[in-house]
């Protein structure tokens, strides 16, 4: 079973267009986390999310909206995609909030055109 | 402010020789660090993490990393590399607690290359 899980992972879509990624992750886990890695391989933490609630939210553009119907999922909502969200989007859980071993999704691979 | 930053960006070894991916920190405190391999297309695994208790840290698939507080570093290491080990590997800092969370910083990445 994939620890975490998350769906589609590969995403072509126009811009202006909303689109959502879902992530489910089976370990137990408290905490999950989205992060986005640019083209050139950078990861960068967008939100985390603590037993349903919204802990960490980096600059991230409000047309990004994170839902977490459960500690299990948590869900990525990005509404009138721009060329510039093209990246892939990493789902990832960890016990607790202390970022002690962290373990991701492998990946969703947007591409806005 | 803690960060890391990994020394090279590209790596090409011969398989069967030592893999030295090299990696320098930045932290106010005695830092938590992680090495984390992304294969082509896939997601990301953790390889091993320093927390303060043995300075040389064994991980997955042969990997180690020894932390060395004198010279700031978090060298990842390899006696003998595989094809399998084409990568991209990143050493990571967990940064400080702030929010209710600790954030992960991660470096650029080094690319590991390994031919036959």
């Known amino acids: 079973d994939t620890a975490v899980s998350q769906t589609p992972k590969y995403l072509v879509t126009q811009m202006g267009n909303d689109k959502s990624i879902k992530c489910e992750q089976n370990?137990?886990?408290?905490?999950m986390y989205w992060y986005k890695q640019d083209s050139k391989k950078f990861l960068k933490i967008m939100f985390s999310?603590?037993?349903?609630?919204?802990?960490i939210n980096e600059t991230v553009p409000n047309r990004f909206s994170p839902k977490s119907p459960d500690k299990a999922h948590l869900n990525l909502h990005i509404n009138s995609l721009e060329l510039g969200d093209s990246a892939v989007y990493f789902c990832?859980?960890?016990?607790?909030?202390?970022?002690?071993?962290?373990?991701f999704g492998e990946g969703s691979w947007l591409t806005v055109v | 402010a803690q960060s890391v930053t990994q020394l090279d960006s590209h790596v090409s070894v011969s398989e069967g020789t030592p893999v030295l991916l090299r990696c320098n920190y930045s932290?106010?405190?005695?830092?938590?660090l992680f090495w984390y391999v992304q294969h082509p297309n896939k997601g990301l695994q953790l390889l091993l993490k320093?927390?303060?208790?043995?300075?040389l840290v064994k991980g997955i698939n042969g990997f180690e990393a020894e932390f060395k507080k004198s010279e700031t570093s978090f060298h990842l290491t390899k006696p003998s590399a595989h094809m399998s080990d084409a990568a991209e590997y990143f050493c990571?800092?967990?940064?400080?607690?702030?929010?209710?969370?600790?954030?992960?910083?991660f470096g650029a990445g080094t690319r590991l290359a390994v031919h036959p």
């Open positions: 990832a859980s960890s016990q607790r909030t202390d970022g002690n071993t962290i373990y």
């Open positions: 932290s106010s405190y005695s830092p938590s």
């Open positions: 320093y927390t303060s208790a043995a300075t």
């Open positions: 990571v800092v967990r940064g400080p607690y702030s929010g209710g969370y600790n954030k992960l910083i």
């Open positions: 370990l137990g886990h408290d905490t």
């Open positions: 999310y603590n037993n349903k609630e919204l802990i």
